[in-house]
C-alpha cells in the first residue's frame, strides 16, 4: 500500500499526497515522499550488510586481514598484505570499516578485507 512520509525527522505519514505541516519540522511545507513499505520503517534502520572481498557478511567485533599491500597516504608506512585487524567497527557507509592496525586508528576499504 502507497503511502507518504516526511522525511524532517517529524515522523508524518499520510495516506495522500501533500506536504508537512508539523511544527517545528525541518522539511515543514515541503511534499512529503511516496513510500510503500510494510513494516512502518520507512526505509530507515534497515540492515545494513556489509561484505567483505569474497563476499562474507562483516559484523562490529570481526576479525579480518588486508589482502593487498596498503600504503598510508602521507606518511612512508605501508600495512602488508595479511596483517590481521581485530575488532572493526562497522560504519554508515556498508564499503568502510573503522578499526586499528598497530595503535593507528584508519578507515578500510572493504574490498581490501578478508574475513577469519
Not at 57 to 65: I, M, P, S
Not at 74 to 90: D, E, F, P, Q, W
Amino acid at each position: 500500500m502507497t503511502h507518504f512520509v516526511c522525511k524532517g525527522g517529524c515522523g508524518g505519514v499520510s495516506e495522500e499526497a501533500g506536504v508537512c505541516e508539523a511544527e517545528g519540522c525541518a522539511n515543514q511545507w515541503e511534499l512529503l515522499e511516496s513510500c510503500e513499505c510494510s513494516d512502518n520503517k520507512h526505509g530507515e534502520g534497515s540492515d545494513l550488510v556489509v561484505k567483505d572481498s569474497n563476499g562474507a557478511a562483516l559484523n562490529d567485533g570481526d576479525d579480518v586481514v588486508l589482502i593487498k599491500d596498503l600504503p598510508l597516504r602521507g606518511t612512508s608506512r605501508v600495512y602488508k598484505r595479511g596483517t590481521k585487524v581485530t575488532g572493526i567497527k562497522l560504519t554508515d557507509n556498508p564499503e568502510e570499516v573503522d578499526c586499528r592496525i598497530e595503535g593507528s586508528s584508519i578507515v578500510l576499504r572493504t574490498e581490501f578485507l578478508k574475513k577469519l
